[in-house]
């Protein structure tokens, strides 16, 4: 006898499930009252931060050594799409000022900062630990020590994509090094994670360091850019492959929301409730190498935004995937684009590197983390 | 227990670094009957649990479940199948009890049965005394709490077979009694249960039959009354024990016969 399609055997009694609901177990208001008070926050989270973003974009757009008032910007945009609302700014320069320089780098920052943020939400999934990240583990250098290798050998074999298929090469490298590495029974401990971090980090830095030695002085100017991070420079171009990659990452990672969610009980248990973890695995890995290396193929080495968004994203809305992924994804951009604002207009007159700001932040959240964590407060073990 | 079985073992063996682990095992699992899998330590139960959920290849011997090979089933087949409960419950993340609870509904996700989801889901929480805990974080409950949420889950699975590796190892008396009557409630709903245990007693008490490992093979297989025999467990053992009727409820219950305070009875006068 082969039951190709199982029948559960139900654990309530026939009569209750076939009832309506008032007729069903005293808990199921409080549960529904649970669930319904959850999803107002998950509502109100997202029309937050899609203020933030909004505000933060017109705001950004119009900081800088020519000001412009966010009407204005609002009204250039406007009249862009056909919509002739609002004045447009007077300043002569202001139109391609805006949309040859500003609006690329905001837009890349939004980007960059959703897949920085989605691919840290991804690690911290399948390796069943809140401090793995793209930065921290070395993906993030795995995939810039490529990029520089093509740089200084100035390699060009798929035309202009070359560098971005390095970048990817070079991070799904250094992340299935990790997987292999770090895990041990599908967890992996603090300790582990981040020495194998330490490595990782270690051939990348040292991979960066011969090509910088070997590169010629325009070369090694590029390579500096990377190793520091910044949107310095962004072209509509490079936005219109970083923008679709990463959104397509961003939607295939939807999908395996709910197995990420299984996985948090542990491989086996995953297994047992249904989940073919071995391909689940090989599916995150990629879509990590994907969107950091969508990232870092434009903007360098930008740490930490994959660790401190969905850390505290997840305090907020709770650990389910469905909503963290996407919510981690706006506040990435949210985050990396405040901090590549700040970048540009702290200094006058000078662009600082984003990754060193995400750094100086990111570092001393990491470290109280790591202390957090170790107490045991934050339950991951 | 006169259907066919869900699960049809034979001839399992598996050795781990030159050590058999399970030697020439066979077992079949009827619905309807809840199977305690005894020994002591290192016997294999848990391993021979493994080998039958599919987590640990064994060497040789074949495995079916339902009249299939384990091999072929596909994995969310086999998930709404057979659910397993694990001995350390572990969740990386901050779920909630309610939560873990619901994972075990994921195997019916996209069919019919996921309309009953909340129903279920209150009803397992109902049935383990979890209720309260529902809306706490699952890392900060208690090891025997964990151990009830994870017992919630798998009941939430709705499963034919329903495999429990010691259950009961972190639970008081009260939810050891809870887990095991409810377990033993779902069997007699027709689904097969199987429950490594420790506790001898507790195995005398709700199952159906016992299966008595030692060193990788079955010793015994049989009514608690057939198997727990002072004979056979004092061998497999490797200690004196005591199978007595209990006074009150019935049922056999097993005990060590402690040397110490049986000496320490007597009283001095009389030794002297």
């Excluded at chain 1, 500003?102 to 920052?109: E, L, N, S």
């Excluded at chain 1, 920085?116 to 995939?143: C, D, H, K, R, T």
């Excluded at chain 2, 727990?228 to 060590?256: K, T």
């Amino acid at each position: 006898m082969i039951t190709s399609t199982p029948e559960p055997i139900a654990l309530t009694a026939p009569a209750e499930s076939s009832t309506s609901d008032s007729a069903a177990p005293e808990v199921v208001p409080e549960l529904r009252n649970a669930e319904r008070r959850r999803s107002l926050r998950v509502t109100v989270l997202f029309a937050f931060l899609g203020c933030c973003l909004l505000v933060l974009a017109l705001a950004s757009a119009g900081i800088g050594q020519m000001n412009l008032g966010a009407s204005e910007v609002l009204a250039s945009v406007l009249h862009k799409i056909g919509i002739p609302w609002g004045t447009l700014p007077e300043h002569p320069h202001a139109e391609s000022a805006l949309w040859a320089i500003r609006f690329p780098r905001v837009v890349m920052a939004i980007v960059i900062g959703a897949a920085l943020a989605s691919a840290g939400v991804l690690m911290q999934g399948v390796f069943g630990n809140p401090l793995a990240e793209p930065g921290i583990v070395g993906v993030s250098s795995g995939a810039a020590a490529l990029a520089c290798v093509v740089i200084v050998f100035g390699l060009d074999f798929l035309g202009s994509w070359t560098l971005a298929v390095a970048a990817f090469v070079g991070g799904l490298a250094a992340t299935a090094l990790v997987y292999v590495t770090a895990r041990q029974g599908g967890r992996t401990e603090v300790v582990t994670l981040v020495l194998t971090g330490v490595a990782v980090n270690a051939v990348g830095g040292a991979i960066i360091a011969l090509m910088t030695f070997m590169g010629d002085s325009s070369s090694r100017e590029e390579i500096i850019f990377w190793q520091l991070g910044s949107l310095n420079g962004t072209r509509w171009e490079y936005v219109l492959f970083a923008g679709p990659t990463a959104l397509l990452g961003i939607g295939l990672a939807m999908f395996l929301t709910r197995k990420l969610d299984l996985l948090a009980l542990g491989e086996r248990p995953a297994r047992h409730l249904g989940v073919d973890v071995e391909r689940l695995r090989r599916q995150v890995i990629v879509l990590v190498a994907i969107l950091t290396a969508a990232a870092v193929a434009f903007a360098g080495i930008i740490g930490f935004v994959g660790l401190v968004v969905p850390h505290i994203l997840r305090m907020a809305v709770g650990p389910g995937h469905r909503v963290l992924l996407p919510a981690s994804a706006m506040g990435g951009a949210v985050l990396l684009l405040a901090a590549d604002t700040a970048a540009r207009t702290i200094v006058p007159h000078a662009d600082l590197p984003i990754g060193m700001l995400t750094a100086l932040v990111g570092g001393p959240f990491f470290f109280w983390l790591i202390r957090r964590t170790r107490r045991g407060a934050g339950g991951w073990s | 227990m006169s259907d066919s079985p869900i699960v049809h073992a034979r001839g399992l063996n598996l050795s781990l670094g030159g050590r058999k682990i399970l030697a020439n095992v066979d077992i079949d699992l009827f619905p309807g009957e809840v199977v305690a899998l005894v020994g002591p330590n290192g016997a294999g139960k848990s391993t021979l649990l493994s080998a039958l959920c599919g987590d640990t290849d064994v060497d040789s011997g074949s495995i079916q479940i339902n009249g299939l090979d384990l091999k072929q089933w596909k994995v969310g087949a086999l998930a709404r199948t057979r659910s397993v409960q694990m001995q350390d419950a572990r969740v990386s993340f901050a779920f909630t009890a309610t939560d873990v609870v619901r994972m075990g509904r994921a195997p019916w996700a996209g069919s019919v049965h996921e309309d009953r989801d909340e129903t279920v889901i209150a009803e397992a929480l109902e049935l383990t005394e979890t209720a309260t805990m529902a809306g706490r974080s699952f890392p900060t409950l208690s090891g025997g709490e964990k151990a009830r949420v994870s017992f919630a889950r798998a009941l939430a699975q709705e499963t034919q077979l329903i495999m429990l590796d010691e259950p009961t190892a972190a639970m008081d008396i009260r939810y050891q009694e809870l887990v095991l009557t409810e377990t033993m409630a779902r069997a007699r709903a027709g689904v097969s249960a199987v429950v490594v245990l420790h506790d001898l007693s507790l195995a005398a008490a709700y199952a159906d039959r016992i299966v008595l490992l030692s060193a990788g093979s079955i010793r015994a297989v049989g009514t608690p009354v057939e198997v727990l025999r002072p004979d056979i467990l004092e061998e497999v053992y490797r200690y004196p024990v005591a199978v007595i009727e209990h006074p009150e409820s019935g049922g056999l219950a097993v005990m060590p016969i402690r040397q110490h305070l049986r000496s320490r009875n007597i009283p001095q006068e009389e030794l002297v």
